[in-house]
């Protein structure tokens, strides 16, 4: 079998994540995703960045400041995983 490198594994993972409806996923399920795609995608937030800041939006800055250590490599990984795991 051939291995697919790091970018292909992660749009495919992205691909079934997309398929998926979220009444099916747990609140923090999602978060999670939320957070390891916005890392894996942009890289660690940057409040600076962000002037349009609404408290609706808290619960996901905190899951991506949670996880804000991981490299963007690291990022694609544990989505993947955590794909394949639901």
């Known amino acids: 079998m051939i291995e697919l490198d790091l970018d292909t594994r992660f749009a ?10 979220q009444a099916s ?6 978060l999670r995703l939320y957070a390891l795609y916005k890392q894996a995608t942009r890289g660690t ?14 619960f996901k800055t905190n899951a991506w400041m ?5 490299s963007i490599d690291e990022a694609k990984e544990n989505y993947i ?3 394949h795991s639901l």
């Open 12 to 21: 495919a993972a992205v691909e079934i994540a997309s398929a998926m409806t």
């Open 25 to 30: 996923l747990p609140q923090d399920v999602q």
């Open 45 to 58: 937030l940057d409040l600076k960045q962000n002037s349009s800041f609404h408290l609706r939006d808290a």
């Open 66 to 70: 949670q996880i804000s250590h991981l």
């Open 81 to 83: 995983a955590m794909i």
